[in-house]
């Protein structure tokens, strides 16, 4: 009887227990470094924790002040080179590119016995900086082979388009305001 329990206890209350505790996959934007007005730049949309990933989607938002959206492909990236390994294919970036948000960003595998493992690309996505300021780069609405990813799975990132003498600025102003704080000290003391 104790071994029956024992076993019950195993199927119904550890095991499933340590399936859930398994690590959720992360979604991230890739680094991007500063750019000047008219520069494009393309960043990566990469998952760490895959566990046989066959399908993807995504939105991403940005400032369409700063940023423009021109293309989006996932050719060359670890998703697409799992298909063609595995003898499969794409079935094709699909979405909608809107100024501030790439919405329904996704894709497929088809017929591949296995999908991809651990960690790699699954889009590129290429911008153009438009404007001067900081853009924020933020994944939502994320699901990997069809199940939702919960918002601490989502990684975003920034873009910088600098400000031309913005780090002159920078300086001058912390000086007057050491200055400032200089002058209030000698009169308080006086």
Not at 98 to 114: C, F, N
Request: proline fraction near 4%; include cysteine.
């Amino acid at each position: 009887m104790k071994k029956l329990l024992a076993q019950f206890a195993f199927w119904v209350v550890v095991l499933p227990l340590a399936l859930s505790a398994q690590a959720s996959p992360v979604l991230r934007v890739g680094e991007s470094a500063p750019m000047r007005i008219g520069e494009t730049f393309t960043v990566a949309i990469r998952i760490s924790g895959a566990m046989d990933l066959r399908a993807f989607q995504f939105d991403l938002a940005y400032d369409p002040l700063v940023l423009e959206a021109v293309g989006i492909d996932n050719a060359g990236t670890d998703f697409e080179a799992v298909a063609l390994a595995g003898g499969g294919s794409l079935t094709g970036l699909t979405g909608f590119l809107l100024p501030g948000l790439l919405s329904g960003i996704a894709d497929s595998m088809s017929g591949v016995d296995d999908g991809l493992h651990g960690n790699g690309v699954l889009a590129n996505i290429t911008f153009q900086a438009i404007g001067r300021g900081v853009s924020g780069l933020t994944l939502s609405n994320a699901f990997v082979d069809f199940l939702p990813l919960d918002a601490g799975s989502l990684i975003g990132g920034f873009a910088v388009v600098p400000v031309p003498g913005s780090f002159w600025l920078s300086v001058l102003a912390l000086t007057c305001l050491a200055y400032g704080r200089s002058r209030a000290r000698d009169c308080a003391t006086h």
